[in-house]
């Protein structure tokens, strides 16, 4: 892969704790990439490249190399939203030496509405039709969702000159969510997407919104794809309402051969939808409407007692809320499970709106 990385890209990034911001970079990371790292140092790798991060006069120095320039492209702004998001509130600078102008973003595909439906009475299902599905199949499966303003023409953000998304300002305000590609219709070039409808006094849920009153006809884009589905002989799934629509796709994908074990939080069985699979799969489905107040971390000790009765090489997926995700990624740590054996990540967290 070395002798290919032909595209490069120099950036400095200015946090207040450099260290720190370098410790969340890798503990993030190894999650999505192949991470090496030092003390002063972090090399992340994956599909589309590398980013090599070095701790140096209190500064992060970057060092971007990819095989295409929209590898490029897109591995910036992945670093770029990334290091913004963990210096969170306090001051952060970060500059690119002379990057190209970006007026459109290179994974950015539009969509058009062609149905909705309640799949159950908090999950709501979108159809969108899209002229190119290929990237979303057998592959990668969440995007980023944009929803123009009603009634307006859709302006669509490129990246700005610091690798963020340059998101349109004022009356073309677009609202963007991530969500899961729940499954492809390649024959009519459709993609089906599944949006939570959570109740939530006083948390805005835009992207619940929009499915909500989601019209035959409205546009949309979708930004991606992006998260990869897990391989293995042996799979461990679990996760709560924001998880079902990835559980089910990896569980639809997965081969004939493959066992299955998946561990559901959902509010009551009304909740509960059936996963085809080719794949022997079990389910455990966990209704949080029976949970006493000493149960309130019951979805947690249940994934971890799964985990401690799998067997070797089993490949461990979990996503669900940010406190528990810490948890059972501690819990794996401790058990020396290999890192290249998991995935664990939080979807959204608790008293905050998703984002």
Excluded at 41 to 54: F, R, Y
Excluded at 159 to 168: F, K, Q, S, V
Excluded at 292 to 309: C, G, L, M, Y
Excluded at 322 to 335: G, M, P, Q, W, Y
């Amino acid at each position: 892969m070395d002798t290919m990385q032909t595209y490069r890209l120099s950036g400095i990034a200015v946090p207040m704790d450099p260290q720190s911001m370098l410790e969340e970079i890798c503990e993030h990371f190894v999650e999505h990439s192949d991470v090496q790292r030092t003390e002063k140092s972090a090399l992340l790798k994956n599909d589309i490249g590398t980013a090599d991060i070095k701790l140096a006069d209190q500064r992060l120095l970057i060092e971007l190399a990819c095989p295409s320039e929209e590898a490029l492209h897109l591995t910036r702004n992945m670093i770029a939203e990334h290091l913004f998001y963990f210096a969170n509130e306090e001051p952060f600078e970060l500059t690119w030496v002379n990057a190209a102008e970006v007026s459109r973003l290179p994974n950015l595909h539009e969509a058009t509405v062609v149905s909705a439906e309640d799949v159950t009475p908090r999950m709501r299902r979108v159809k969108v039709a899209c002229q190119d599905v290929t990237p979303f199949i057998g592959g990668d499966v969440h995007v980023r969702v944009l929803v123009p303003p009603k009634g307006r023409s859709p302006v669509w953000p490129g990246l700005g000159d610091d690798g963020r998304i340059a998101w349109p300002e004022g009356e073309d305000e677009i609202t963007a969510r991530v969500y899961t590609i729940r499954a492809v219709d390649p024959e009519r070039r459709e993609l089906w997407i599944d949006f939570l409808q959570h109740p939530a006094p006083g948390v805005t849920t835009p992207g619940a919104d929009f499915a909500r009153d989601a019209q035959s006809g409205d546009r949309i884009a979708l930004i991606g794809p992006g998260g990869s589905l897990p391989k293995a002989d042996n799979l461990l799934l679990a996760g709560d309402e924001t998880a079902l629509p990835a559980i089910a796709r990896i569980a639809a994908e997965a081969p004939a051969g493959c066992s299955i074990k998946a561990i559901i939080e959902v509010e009551d069985e009304d909740e509960e939808q059936p996963l085809s699979s080719k794949a022997a799969i079990e389910v455990n489905w966990l209704h949080r409407k029976t949970y006493s107040e000493e149960e309130w971390d019951r979805f947690q000790r249940t994934v971890k007692s799964a985990i401690a009765a799998s067997t070797p090489g089993t490949y461990t997926w979990v996503a669900c809320e940010k406190t528990d995700a810490r948890a059972i990624r501690s819990h794996l740590k401790e058990r020396g499970q290999d890192r290249k054996c998991q995935s664990v990540a939080w979807y959204w967290e608790r008293g905050k709106a998703s984002h």
